[in-house]
């Protein structure tokens, strides 16, 4: 039928002869029109994909006949007729243009040179318009071939009111059937799946557990439709999803309501079915699809960015509902029970590397078995290109670091997923946590500041600004101003309070950081490292009863915080009951010259506390013997060595080795007003002049 069919050229020319190249720009065009709106009507009106399935079936089989058929045919104004053979097309063409010639300029007479000339020149002219004509319908039929080719790929044709990245939350699983083993595990498959497009923001389980403690809810371990419309309106989120599971006979039914926020109205929903449980994975892949491009997603977008359930999970579903319980159990805090339902999993799919991974992170985060953590870590990243993007580029940041002990080949992996999912908050706090171990401090601000930017509520992120604030810059006016912007985030959360006492204490506004820590004890009276600074607090005041008091509720609370007797010692002699004094010093002592040396013999704050308690006991020759251990083993903890001399009574040694520490960049202020063992300091000109030295004035 075709002549020249392996040489490309002429057989496109062959094509657009035959007219064959503008049915199939038509067909195209016509077709993706009517694909689009089968979609958009089954969608709207929540009816199966089959139909959409079989209209592209059908289509398909029409397009190969369409090429057929104007290959073989030709509609002309006499009806349709059967294409001549190309040799003889070819000469009817060249008849028409040369009877055109003689219709339309002049009838060929004789052999007059000049009219052979007139004639050549009007056939020539002819055929340039004829191939003219022939190359804007091949350009044009080609443009538009490739626009509807890159309008299906990379449009949606969504009328949803969601837009790139913003956010949606999804509930839990109404789980219509009998069968326990989908509760907790078709949530977290669905929201892994969601999770993996770049388009589309998931609010994040932990976020929610945040937001329903607020809301007071009772179950948080179930988010309904209320709840989580609820959750939604509170944070600003404008979409939610419900998804459900039910069974019809021997089928599964599984679907995903749209839902809009602000009036409860479904906007979409989404029903596909599975005629057995094992295929449910793969139908919650094709659930997922279908939701990210009902809100927006192209389809180009949804396949590079996808990666099956089956590969990414395990296919086991039970495997998956002890993993998510696991998951449940860590955000509780219940990292027993999180341990055992990971090994669970890992007992009924030993393939399932999330939990390897997971597992891994558990057991050296909690230092519950170190060794077979980094040993299940290895082992996920030996498989990591078969997770998701996000979890694959977790794995390796934490198998960088845990097991390689390579900080910076972890913050790399972290950077990537920043750029990746700029959006997720989580990502931002674990590299400021990464840049702030590796001493990169203000890289560490930066990325915690971005963290609570992205979730006002993140308290751990604060603590981070503001630990660095305060520690480490010495800045306590920064410090201040964002524990002010935590309690105004997070009023519940005591460590808000805990920071802005401690940026007063640098302020030298000691009686408003004493309201500060008692809000903060209020608030959560068992938070043992604010009741040290309420006390201390006290001490700097010289309410040495009120400090008692505290500290000895401390030890009621908790009768090994060894600490609490020293700071009672010292608040014992400063009030006369030297017996008293004696007792807890002595509590202190046989403490630290027994465990303590015994665990921690080569670690020269052993030394120091040894020396500093024997001090506060008169026994200046004891106190000077572990002074000189402690010098042999680390002589760099000046701002220590500092407070040990001055109990010591060696103002003019303490002074230097401040000196030491401020010039080695010691900037801790709040605990240089703080220590008792550092109050002989406070009036002392040299130690003033230090501190405007180093530190900004704030009179």
Known sequence: MIKHSKDPVSLWEKLKQRRVVRVVTVYLASAFAILEGTDIITTQLGLPSWPVTLIMILLACGLVAAIILSWIYDITPDGIKKTPASDQGDKEEILQAQDGIKDGQLELVGKDDDLLVQSNKLYTDKIKKYKKKEKIYSFGSAAIIIAAIILFFFSSGSTMPFSKRDWILITDFENLTDNTVFDKSLYTAFSLTINQSRYINVFPRNRMLETMAMMDVENMTYVDERTGREIASREGISTYIVPAISEVGDEYVISAKIMETRSGNLLQSVILESDNQRNILSELDRLSRKVRKTLGESRYHIATQDKPLSKVTTSSLEALRQYSLGIESNWF?????????????????????????????????????????????????????????????????????????????????????????????????????YYQVSGLYSEAVEEYKKTVSLNPIYAMAYQGINWIYLQIMGQCDSAYVWSKKMISDNPQNAWGYYDLGSALIGLDSIPEAEKAFQRGRELNPYFMDNLYRLALTYHM?????????????????????????????????????????????????????????????????????????????????????????????????????????????????AIRQIEKALENGYRDLTWLRLDPDLKKLQGNDRFIELLDEYFIRTD
């Open 541 to 653: 005041q010289e309410k040495y009863n009120e400090e008692v008091r505290i500290l000895e509720r401390m030890i009621e609370i908790e009768q090994y915080d060894i600490w609490a007797f020293y700071y009672l010692g010292i608040a014992y002699n400063l009030l006369g009951d030297h017996e008293n004094a004696m007792k807890n010093l002595s509590v202190f002592k046989d403490w630290s010259t027994s465990a303590w040396l015994k665990d921690y013999p080569n670690d020269a704050t052993t030394y120091i506390a040894i020396a500093k308690v024997t001090a506060h006991m008169r026994d200046l020759e004891s106190s000077g013997y572990r002074l000189n251990e402690a010098m042999k083993i680390d002589s760099t903890y000046y701002q220590k060595y500092a407070a040990l001399y001055l109990v010591q009574g060696k103002l003019p040694e």
């Open 333 to 433: 805090g219940n990292f027993e029970d999180a341990k055992e339902y990971y090994e669970n999993s890992l007992r009924i799919d030993t393939g399932f590397i999330a939990a390897k991974a997971t597992l891994g992170n558990l057991l050296i985060e909690k230092r519950i078995d170190m060794d077979r953590g980094k040993e299940l870590l290895s082992q996920a990243v030996r498989q990591a290109d078969r997770l998701t993007e996000g979890e694959k580029y977790g794995v390796l940041a934490s198998h960088a670091v845990n097991v390689e002990n390579n900080i910076p080949e972890g913050i790399k992996y972290l950077k990537e997923l920043t750029r990746i999912y700029p959006d997720d908050p989580a990502y931002h706090h674990n590299l400021a946590w």
